[in-house]
């Protein structure tokens, strides 16, 4: 990590640094040897920024908020990785109602972290709490549904990066196909599953199996989320949420808000929603505002832009 102590910000908004630091510290450790195997690859100040803006780009950005079709550049490399990724595809899935039901019957007709019943599950004349509830994907759905080669071929960079940075996936054999399966789901509550898909809070695995900690990065949240949640199987022909998946959806989460991409992220849709417009005075994070709004993984040339 000397090299990354020794770099040189290009500009107040580079956080090339803090990303750097961020996947080193967290990243389990298989994950971070394939991160420290690359980073002494790395020369120039100029490599050291493409490759914080991929890892953030091509990898944490795009699972907060998978949108649009991508414009896409993987670094020198990666071009067999993402051929093998290719090669074992069937095809784009679709969301199947049927993993719905099955999380239904699993969790009890409840939101996990709440306990609240869902809302049509219950006879209208029942006086319980309940809520209109959502299949929650882990691992995002979007990255087994495109509609252009162009799309497909973004996401096989981004598969491409969670095998090599979250080698338990493939321990676990979870690939692509696998995404419709319920130990990738939950039911949650509506709201609770776009703040669970946007990072605003994750399950951090306790030493009680299926016992988590509600890690909550949004402190106006707190009324909302226990401290601690327990997954329980009322049909054990359907497997619990995954703690390897839950634990990946946890550090990535972490990633990104210990490096402070949280706030940078949050400023570039704040500007493209608001003013659709560049800032005047160049305060606009191009960079973030492209991979938060249209899966935009800036390439290995990213730093040119």
Not at 85 to 101: F, N, Q, Y
Not at 141 to 166: C, H, P, Q, V
Request: net charge neutral; glycine share 4%; with cysteine.
């Amino acid at each position: 990590m000397e090299k990354v102590d020794s770099y040189q910000p290009v500009g107040p908004n580079d956080k090339t640094v803090s990303i750097l630091q961020a996947f080193h510290t967290h990243l389990p450790a298989d994950g971070r040897d394939n991160f420290l195997k690359h980073l002494q690859s790395l020369q120039t100040n100029q490599q050291l920024y493409d490759h914080a803006q991929l890892l953030m780009n091509g990898l944490v950005a795009p699972l907060r908020s998978l949108r649009s079709t991508p414009s896409i550049s993987p670094r020198l490399g990666m071009e067999d990785s993402i051929e093998n990724i290719a090669s074992e595809s069937t095809g784009p899935m679709v969301r199947e109602s049927r993993l719905k039901s099955e999380c239904l019957t699993r969790d009890g007709s409840r939101c996990v972290v709440t306990g609240y019943f869902d809302e049509d599950s219950l006879d209208p004349s029942s006086t319980r709490t309940t809520v209109y509830t959502e299949c929650v994907h882990i691992i995002p759905f979007a990255l087994a549904s495109w509609r252009m080669d162009s799309e497909e071929y973004a996401k096989n960079i981004i598969w491409t990066n969670l095998l090599r940075y979250f080698p338990i996936l493939e321990l676990i054999n979870f690939k692509r196909e696998d995404i419709n399966n319920a130990k990738n789901a939950m039911t949650m509550s509506g709201n609770l599953h776009r703040h669970f898909g946007r990072f605003d809070f994750s399950f951090e695995a306790t030493a009680q199996p299926n016992r988590y900690r509600i890690q909550n990065y949004r402190p106006r949240m707190a009324t909302e989320l226990p401290q601690t949640v327990t997954f329980s199987s009322y049909d054990q022909r359907y497997e619990l949420p995954s703690p390897d998946l839950l634990k990946v959806h946890a550090i990535i989460a972490r990633i990104f808000h210990v490096c402070g991409a949280a706030e940078q992220i949050e400023k570039a849709l704040c500007d493209l929603g608001a003013h659709r417009l560049l800032a005047r005075d160049g305060s606009t994070d191009i960079s973030s505002m492209l991979a938060a709004t249209t899966l935009g993984v800036l390439g290995s040339r990213a730093g040119n832009i």
